[in-house]
Every structure is written in C-alpha cells, then in structure tokens.
C-alpha cells in the first residue's frame, strides 16, 4: 500500500540525506544484530545490559518451568488418586494448616528471590553512568533524527526505499546494494546509521515532536519510549570486540506507516568513530574540531 500523506516531502528528505557518509564505516562491518525469520530465543547481546535480561530471562524460565511441572504433576496425581472410581468415599476434613503455611510461604520466597535478582538489572539499567558519548534521538512520522550535541551536527534517518512510497522493487534493491545490503535487509536498513565506538558509554536521550514512539534495539538490551514534551534517557556500551551493525524498530504504535520506521546502529572501533567524526561534521556542518596553533615565539 502506498502512503501518500506528505510522501513528497519524505522524498525530498531521504534523497538529501543519501552521502558517501551513510555508507562510511560500512566496509567490513558484520550484521550481528537483527531478526531471522522462523527463530526462537534472543539476537547476540551485544552489550552487557543485554547480557543481564537475558540472564534473568533464562533463570525465570528455570523456575517456570520447576512450578509449572510441579503443579501439572500435582494436579495428575489429584485426578488419578481422588477421582470418584479410585476413592468412592472423599475425605471430610476442611483445613491442613501445615500445608496453606506452606503454600503461602513458599510463593513469598519464590518471588523475593525473583525481585532479588531482578531489581539489579532493572537499577543497572535506569542509572545513568557519565557519557562518553552523547546522542540526542527524536522520532517523527515516521523517521528518527539523530543529534550529536558534542559535536553540533545532526542527521535524518529513513529507512531504505521510503522515497518509494515504501514499496519494494527494482529501484529499493539497487538503493539497498548501493548502501552494502541485501534484499535481507529490506525494512531493517536506513540510508543513514547512527554511529558509536565500542567500549564507550553512550548515553542518548529521546524524544518525539509528534506522537509517541520508542526507541530500542534488542541485541543492546534497551528500549524507550519518545514521548513528545519528555526528554528521557537510556545507556549502553556495545563491548570491543562486538563492531557490527545493528537493527532495531520503532516499537510503540505511531500511524499508519509506524512498520517504516526501523533504526541502525553501527558500532566501531574509536579510531573508526574518530574517523567518521570529522567526515560527519563536515557533511552535516557541524563544529570545527579544535586547532592547535604554534606561538610566535
């Protein structure tokens, strides 16, 4: 389906966007990050905060599982020794105190050891470390803006073919080979990534100027919603080792094109961001770096 509202204008701005930077740092950069149609689990964490909730995913799975199988077994040993053929006379006691102790006791220990080993992975994430690197994200209908304020440049991020009414064909394929992807990639990829360096804490703060979206990627473990009005924060710090790129999606209802909306992340060495840093301010006007000039001595 073709979307028509303000399609001119998204044209005019993807094709603005499409720079010899959208593609830098491109070379050499695995997909680690994004989904397979038909599998289970988690993608790679690629972070720290990803490897936490996965973590607390697999041990909350364990003691689902444990009380799951307890109660089905519990509930067929009721059904095979108290059914009226096995036990035609049924019991008339109305209390066993030992056992609604036990029943009441054991839950609260259940989830006390759920929240212990809970909350640390909810405060890791909500406590803000000091930013190695700041990015200022707010989402549009339906595209993300990216500002890095350190440096007083930003970008717009469209996803690949969006300047074709969001419909795949001849001319996507060739944009998405153009930018080093594949057909794979289709409603995954941007002309234009957000870039950080690994084994840095980068902090980014969200924001919306329209309706709410949010923000995330799965294999760094973080999500937010922009709200517009709101200024909120999340962090993370894509481990040395892990350079790649990464797919996210915009992950609260938005409008009618709210399945345009995706997000990339490279992730790169510092040299590589250093790099990509001066091409970026250049391309995008952002402030000079700093020049160290001789004295007259």
Known sequence: MRISTSLSGLTAA???TISTSAAFAQDGLEIIGQPSPGELGFQPAATEL???????????????????????GL????FVRHNKRSNPTPATFTHNSPLEVAWTIVPIVVLVVIGAFSLPVLFKQLEIPEADVTVKITGYQWYWGYEYP????????????ADEGFVYNDAVEQQLAEAGYTKDQWLLATDTAM??????NVVIQVTAADVIHAWTIPAFGVKQDAVPGRLAELWFNVDEGKEGIY????????????TYMPITVKAVTQEEYEAWLETAKEEYAGAPADLQVASAD
């Open 195 to 200: 870039v950080v360096p690994t084994g840095k």
């Open 150 to 161: 350190d440096h007083e440049f930003q970008f717009d991020s469209y996803m690949i073919g």
């Open 247 to 258: 797919f996210g999606q915009c992950s609260e209802l938005c409008g009618q094109a709210h």
């Open 14 to 16: 993807f094709a603005a």
């Open 50 to 72: 990803a490897r936490d909730i996965q973590g607390l995913d697999h041990f909350l799975l364990y003691i689902i599982t444990v009380i799951s199988v307890f109660v089905a």
């Open 75 to 78: 509930m067929l040993y009721v």
